[in-house]
């Protein structure tokens, strides 16, 4: 079959703006948009750049616009379009770098800021820090995120407000919030009680519809909503007594 791929160029080294570049793919075989894409650049045109490293929609390095949807290009198989021409964009509120490869800078900052990491105490117990499944199963889809960041490139509030920290960081942010294990204070994480952190959110779901592993990162930021407020409740109340 014969497809057109209608592919976003742009080298802000050498180019003005962003034009679109057509190529004509032919294949028989069921491939994936990332090996079709693969072989463009391999006999067509070297130059053509993106990312990718897994190839099994694990590292969510190939995480694009197709045909106006957001996913990652090595799951996506071409005959699922059920279309010939197939329109391939960068993730937007990213700067490019060069075609398909934005700067993903801005995402990880704002991840590194809410400290994703597990803060277990100053004593380990011999046995390590066990969890009950039962407990588990209330984070397991957050661990699930693969910080892809199509959620922060179709958040509308990231596009209007650099500062705002993005659905990724503020979901990764209440998965260890939420587990049992973690003993950071109420004071080290409240700091996400702005505008920028967790009312910042519009509350309109798109980082719930563009995710590819269905972790429904606004389910994250109302559950820091709601331990913030409950936070504020038992200070109050601690005063009060």
Not at 44 to 69: H, K, P, T
Not at 162 to 180: I, N, Q
Request: glycine letters at 6%; one cysteine or more; hydrophobic letters at 35%.
């Amino acid at each position: 079959m014969k497809y057109t791929f209608r592919i976003l160029r742009f080298d802000p080294g050498v180019d003005q703006s962003p034009c679109f570049q057509d190529f004509i793919y032919e294949t028989e075989e069921k491939k994936s948009l990332l090996e079709a894409l693969m072989d463009i650049r391999n006999d067509q045109d070297c130059s053509l750049s993106f990312r990718y490293s897994c190839r099994e929609a694990v590292c969510g390095s190939c995480a694009m616009v197709i045909n106006g949807q957001f996913d990652l290009a090595c799951r996506t198989m071409m005959e699922s379009l059920g279309t010939s021409l197939i329109v391939l964009e960068p993730l937007p509120n990213l700067e490019i770098q060069k075609d398909l490869i934005v700067d993903m800078e801005p995402f990880w900052r704002a991840l590194f800021a809410v400290e994703p990491y597990l803060f277990p105490g100053e004593t380990s117990p011999e046995n390590g820090h066990r969890i009950e499944d039962r407990e588990m199963e209330k984070i397991d889809q957050f661990v699930n995120c693969i910080m892809c960041g199509c959620c922060y490139s179709a958040c509308p509030v990231v596009a209007r407000d650099e500062r705002y920290l993005g659905p990724a960081a503020l979901a990764k942010l209440y998965r260890f919030v939420k587990d049992p294990r973690d003993e950071r204070g109420y004071k080290r994480w409240s700091r996400v009680n702005t505008e920028a952190g967790a009312w910042g959110c519009d509350t309109v779901f798109k980082c719930n519809e563009v995710c590819p592993r269905k972790v429904r990162p606004a389910d994250g930021i109302e559950g820091l909503r709601r331990k913030l407020i409950w936070g504020k409740v038992k200070s109050l109340f601690k005063r009060v007594r």
